[in-house]
């Protein structure tokens, strides 16, 4: 198994800046993909941004130019840089790994950060 656990959320005025991160850890695993998903009240889980073991990244339209993703994986951390922060931003931000356990491929999900953007 992975455990994924977040850290960075919080309150923060239109126009501001948080970095959330993501730090997964357990036994016997590979990080194929980790990424970061939002959920709003009333709203489904869509995709902010994901980043690939190769670097490789992707980002929801609404975020491009303000959103970063970027990992270090000698700590199996991602984190995402967000700037700009619009009301609309706010949401429940969960971390997703895509990951190899024993051979295994899986998907893991962290608990949940909240972001609220709010003068």
């Known amino acids: 198994q992975v455990q994924l656990v977040e850290s960075g959320g919080g309150l923060v005025q239109p126009g501001g800046s948080l970095r959330l991160s993501c730090a997964a850890s357990g036994s016997a695993f590979s990080i194929s993909r980790m990424g970061w998903y939002r959920q709003a009240p009333g709203e489904q889980r869509e995709l902010v941004a994901s980043i690939t073991s190769g670097g490789d990244t992707n980002y929801a339209d609404s975020v491009k130019g303000r959103f970063t993703i970027s990992g270090d994986s000698a700590k199996n951390t991602v984190y995402l840089q967000m700037n700009s922060l619009t009301p609309e931003d706010t949401a429940d931000y969960y971390c997703?790994?895509?990951?190899?356990?024993?051979?295994?491929?899986?998907?893991?999900w962290g608990q949940g950060t909240q972001v609220t953007v709010s003068s």
């Open positions: 997703n790994a895509l990951a190899f356990v024993r051979s295994t491929l899986g998907v893991y």
